[in-house]
């Protein structure tokens, strides 16, 4: 265990070592001087965008997809143990031969 917690120290510490990536020439004087900026609510930008709609050609296969969901989910309303199972059980476990 101690070894274990020895090595991740390790390990932070050479993590801690490496160089920040070089940014020289990327970053512009503007860029440098620019402002932060503006934050923006989320709720605003929310409600400039459009609403989500789907395709035309799309149409037909949400249909098939939304049926075949309704039909496997009427399939999984049925019993989950079988009549004859049930009956089974109800009769218990004949103990006879362990006396």
Do not use: F, H, K, N
Request: aromatic share 2%.
């Amino acid at each position: 265990m101690r070894l274990a917690a020895l090595c991740l120290l390790c390990l932070a510490g050479l993590a801690a070592c490496a160089r920040p990536p070089a940014l020289d020439g990327s970053v512009t004087e503007a860029d440098r001087r620019a402002p932060y900026p503006r934050l923006v609510p989320l709720d605003a930008i929310l409600a400039a965008a459009p609403a989500p709609r789907a395709a035309p050609e799309d149409a037909g296969r949400l249909a098939d997809r939304a049926g075949a969901l309704r039909d496997r989910a009427r399939r999984l309303r049925g019993p989950v143990v079988p009549a004859a199972t049930e009956a089974r059980m109800a009769r218990g476990v004949d103990t006879g031969a362990l006396r």
